[in-house]
């Protein structure tokens, strides 16, 4: 039998994983937010051209 000394919680493992994959996902915002203002800041038909890519042909 261990000595509760020894045993380790599971717990900080877990919220580094948390951790881990939120800022994966924040990176990924991040990214895609800069991809749509970018079109906006190089000109009108950079920005219609990814806004067709979106939302498709009519």
Same mark, same amino acid.
């Given at each position: 039998?261990? /000595?509760?000394?020894?045993q380790h919680?599971?717990?900080? $493992?877990?919220?580094? =994983?948390?951790? #881990?994959? /939120?800022g994966l996902?924040?990176?990924?915002?991040?990214? $895609?937010?800069?991809? =749509?203002?970018? #079109?906006?800041?190089i000109s009108?038909?950079?920005?219609?051209?990814? $806004?067709?890519?979106?939302?498709?042909?009519?």
């Amino acid at each position: 039998m261990r /000595s509760s000394a020894y045993q380790h919680s599971h717990w900080p $493992a877990r919220l580094d =994983l948390l951790q #881990s994959a /939120s800022g994966l996902i924040l990176t990924l915002f991040m990214w $895609a937010h800069m991809f =749509l203002v970018s #079109s906006i800041l190089i000109s009108k038909d950079a920005m219609y051209t990814v $806004a067709k890519l979106f939302e498709g042909y009519y």
